[in-house]
């Protein structure tokens, strides 16, 4: 299946991920403007009526690069929505989004038929993250018109499935889009996860180092310096497993080698769950891609390295077929 033509200005198959506190509209503008979709959490905004100036901001500003560049259009946006009952602004959310028609919101932790109900009434589509097929099986059911398989290595919430393994099972039954993610931070990365089925790749880690990412600049160094052994998996932070960025932890005082287990009852998106440290401010998600990110770059210059990268690895291929 084609994908829909909401996707068609892309310079390269890539959604930027929405990072939790790092995502707001000046990364999304700039990962827009240079061919990828740009997306934060809904969350990002506070308090809730900030989402309405933010919306008007991406708008606006995406309008005017259109005007302004007829031949070379920005990618659409996306919204992520957190879909679990501690999202006590939801229903106000989709109101504002609702009112700017969003082109494209990601839900996560949760589908509910009345929220892609709601999209598709403004004329939106809705994406859905999930980290195994069961989960892909349900938000399908109930009207996500695409999906976002989270496999081993992804940064934040992820699953533990190997991205090959899980594309394959999603694959098996259902056409539409398939965004992956998971260590995803190279362009050759973006040709490997078509080559296994998907549609695009779902880049999240990487953009934290970038000039327009709401990061510290402890953060983006982080993930600059760090690689694959640095990434630890744990539950402790919000009560869901996610990966994190090991000397963050150990500058909150924890031993990233022996984490005692979370409680899901804990959850709360900037709480440090069962700490004093809070997850994603004071203890730093990260996937296991990030060691292809060399230095803190523009999310323009990051989109250049990822297309030069994507470009050549299919030149890389096609020689190999030939020859």
């Known amino acids: 299946m084609s994908l829909p033509a909401i996707?068609?200005?892309?310079?390269?198959?890539?959604?930027?991920?929405?990072?939790?506190?790092?995502?707001?509209p000046e990364l999304v503008i700039a990962q827009c403007k240079a061919g990828i979709v740009g997306a934060f959490p809904a969350l990002n905004a506070?308090?809730?009526?900030?989402?309405?100036?933010?919306?008007?901001?991406?708008?606006?500003?995406?309008?005017?690069?259109?005007?302004?560049?007829?031949d070379r259009p920005a990618a659409p946006y996306a919204v992520n929505q957190i879909v679990h009952k501690s999202n006590n602004r939801l229903e106000?959310?989709?109101?504002?989004?609702?009112?700017?028609?969003?082109?494209?919101?990601?839900t996560s932790l949760g589908a509910r038929v009345e929220l892609n109900d709601a999209v598709h009434a403004w004329g939106g589509i809705t994406l859905h993250d999930v980290i195994n097929d069961r989960f892909a099986r349900k938000a399908v059911e109930?009207?996500?018109?695409?999906?976002?398989?989270?496999a081993a290595g992804a940064g934040g919430h992820a699953g533990v499935t190997s991205p090959f393994?899980?594309?394959?099972?999603?694959?098996?039954?259902?056409?539409?889009?398939?965004?992956?993610?998971?260590?995803?931070?190279?362009?050759?990365?973006?040709?490997?996860?078509?080559?296994?089925?998907?549609?695009?790749?779902?880049?999240?880690?990487?953009?934290?180092?970038?000039?327009?990412?709401?990061?510290?600049?402890?953060?983006?160094?982080?993930?600059?310096?760090?690689?694959?052994?640095?990434?630890?998996?744990?539950?402790?932070?919000?009560?869901?497993?996610?990966?994190?960025?090991?000397?963050?932890?150990r500058n909150a005082g924890l031993d990233p080698d022996n984490l005692p287990k979370g409680d899901i009852s804990t959850m709360n998106f900037g709480s440090g769950g069962n700490t004093d440290a809070k997850a994603w401010k004071d203890i730093w998600g990260s996937g296991q891609?990030?060691?292809?990110?060399?230095?803190?770059?523009?999310a323009g210059e990051m989109v250049d390295r990822l297309e030069k990268e994507y470009r050549a690895a299919k030149e890389r291929l096609d020689a190999a077929f030939r020859g």
């Open 92 to 106: 106000e959310d989709i109101a504002t989004c609702a009112k700017w028609q969003v082109p494209i919101t990601i």
């Open 46 to 70: 506070r308090p809730q009526a900030q989402l309405d100036e933010w919306l008007h901001q991406i708008t606006e500003e995406l309008a005017a690069h259109n005007r302004d560049n007829p």
């Open 142 to 150: 109930k009207g996500a018109d695409g999906l976002i398989p989270v």
């Open 165 to 249: 393994a899980l594309v394959q099972e999603i694959r098996e039954w259902f056409d539409g889009p398939i965004a992956l993610s998971g260590s995803i931070g190279a362009g050759a990365s973006v040709l490997g996860a078509q080559a296994m089925g998907a549609d695009l790749a779902y880049i999240g880690s990487a953009f934290i180092a970038t000039a327009e990412a709401r990061a510290t600049e402890d953060y983006k160094g982080g993930i600059v310096e760090g690689k694959a052994e640095d990434i630890v998996y744990s539950d402790l932070f919000t009560g869901v497993h996610g990966n994190y960025l090991a000397p963050s932890i």
């Open 7 to 24: 996707f068609d200005p892309l310079r390269i198959p890539v959604i930027g991920a929405p990072l939790f506190i790092v995502s707001g």
């Open 289 to 298: 891609g990030i060691g292809a990110v060399k230095k803190v770059v523009s």
